[in-house]
C-alpha cells in the first residue's frame, strides 16, 4: 500500500500544506480563520468548530467541487485529509488506478455501502468526487440523512449517485439496508469508538485541554479565545455504542457473514489496535477467504482499516 508526503497516501492531494490564499478564494467564509502561528505560518484554530466547518467546506469545495457541505451544530465534523485516504486505499484495496480512475463527471460501475455516514456523508461525497463511484450512505439516524439530502440538492452531479438509506433497526448494521438484489464492491466504515456517554465525555475533555494547552504555546495571533467550544462534537450514534468500538466490530463481522455473496469487501477503520486480533480470530472462525489489515498513517496518528471477504477471488 502507498504512502507519501505526510504519511497520507501517495494519491492524496493533501500531503502538501493547505494553501490557504486558493481555499480562501474558493470559499471566502474561511478568510476570518485563517491567522499567522509562531512559526510564521498561516493556521487555523483547530479548536474552533466554526473554523474547522470553513475549512472542511473550502476543501471541499476547492479539490472536490462539493459545495454548500454543512453540518448541523452538535454533529461530528470530520478531517478531510484522513478521510479521503480510506477512499483511496479502499481503491487501491478494488485495485483501480488513481490514473485509469472513472472522474465524477462519468459512470462507474463500483458501488460502495457507506455504513453510518453520519450527518457529515463524507465517505460517500468522497467516493463519489474522486472516483465518481456509485454510492448508497445509510444511517440510524433520520436527521444526518436529511442533511446529507440538502447537499445533495447543492450538488445535482449527486443526485443519480449517492443514495440514502435508513437504517430503522439499531440493532442490526447490514440486514434492513442490504435488498435482496444488491451488490456491493465493498462496504467503508467509521465505527463509534466509545462504550458509553460518560467514556466519550471524558474523553473529549482531555483532547480539549490538550488543544488549549497546544494553543496557548502555538499563541495563534485570534481575538477569540473561548475554550468551550470544541471540535470534538457528536451524536450518540457517531460516537459511542454499547460495547465500543470492539462490541460493534463483532456484530458487523457477524451479521456480514449473512451477506457475504452481496458484497466482494466489507471493511473497517479500526481506531484501537487492541480490537483488531479479536476481529480477526473471529472473521477466521466464520471462515472469511481473505482478511487484510491496511495501515494508515496520518501525521503521527496510525490507524487501520481491516478489510475481509467470504467471496473467492477470481
Not at 24 to 30: E, G, T, Y
Request: hydrophobic letters at 40%.
Amino acid at each position: 500500500m502507498k504512502s507519501a508526503g505526510k504519511g497520507l497516501h501517495v494519491n492524496n492531494v493533501h500531503n502538501q500544506d493547505y494553501d490557504f490564499s486558493a481555499l480562501i478564494k474558493s470559499h471566502p467564509a474561511l478568510g476570518v480563520h485563517v491567522k499567522i502561528n509562531q512559526y510564521n505560518n498561516e493556521s487555523i484554530d483547530f479548536a474552533d468548530p466554526v473554523a474547522v466547518k470553513a475549512l472542511n467546506s473550502a476543501l471541499l469545495k476547492h479539490h472536490y467541487d462539493i459545495v454548500e457541505w454543512d453540518i448541523p451544530e452538535g454533529f461530528l465534523c470530520p478531517p478531510i485529509p484522513g478521510r479521503v485516504d480510506y477512499i483511496h486505499y479502499i481503491a487501491e484495496l478494488l485495485q483501480i488506478s488513481h490514473h485509469d480512475r472513472v472522474t465524477a463527471s462519468s459512470n462507474s460501475s463500483i458501488k460502495l455501502l457507506d455504513i453510518g455516514t453520519g450527518a457529515n456523508g463524507i465517505y460517500s461525497l468522497l467516493a463519489c468526487q474522486v472516483y465518481g463511484w456509485q454510492c448508497t450512505a445509510s444511517d440510524i439516524d433520520q436527521l444526518s440523512l436529511d442533511n446529507i439530502a440538502k447537499i445533495i440538492s447543492k450538488n445535482p452531479a449527486l443526485e443519480n449517485r449517492l443514495e440514502l438509506r435508513l437504517q430503522a433497526e439499531k440493532n442490526h448494521i447490514f440486514e434492513g439496508v442490504i435488498a435482496s438484489d444488491d451488490y456491493f464492491d465493498v462496504s467503508v466504515c467509521n465505527p463509534p469508538f466509545y462504550a458509553s456517554l460518560e467514556e466519550a465525555l471524558t474523553i473529549s475533555q482531555k483532547k480539549r485541554d490538550n488543544l488549549a494547552i497546544n494553543r496557548q504555546k502555538n499563541s495563534l495571533n485570534s481575538t477569540s479565545q473561548n475554550t468551550s467550544k470544541s471540535n470534538f462534537g457528536g451524536q450518540k450514534a457517531e460516537l459511542w455504542c454499547n460495547g465500543g468500538e470492539q462490541q460493534f466490530l463483532r456484530m458487523m463481522i457477524k451479521e456480514s457473514k449473512i451477506f457475504g455473496h452481496q458484497c466482494r469487501w466489507f471493511t473497517s477503520l479500526v481506531s484501537n489496535s487492541d480490537n483488531v486480533k479479536p476481529a480477526i480470530k473471529l472473521l477466521r472462525k466464520l471462515e472469511a477467504i481473505d482478511i487484510k489489515k491496511i495501515e494508515m498513517k496520518q501525521g503521527n496518528k496510525i490507524t487501520r482499516i481491516l478489510a475481509w471477504t467470504f467471496l473467492a477471488t477470481h
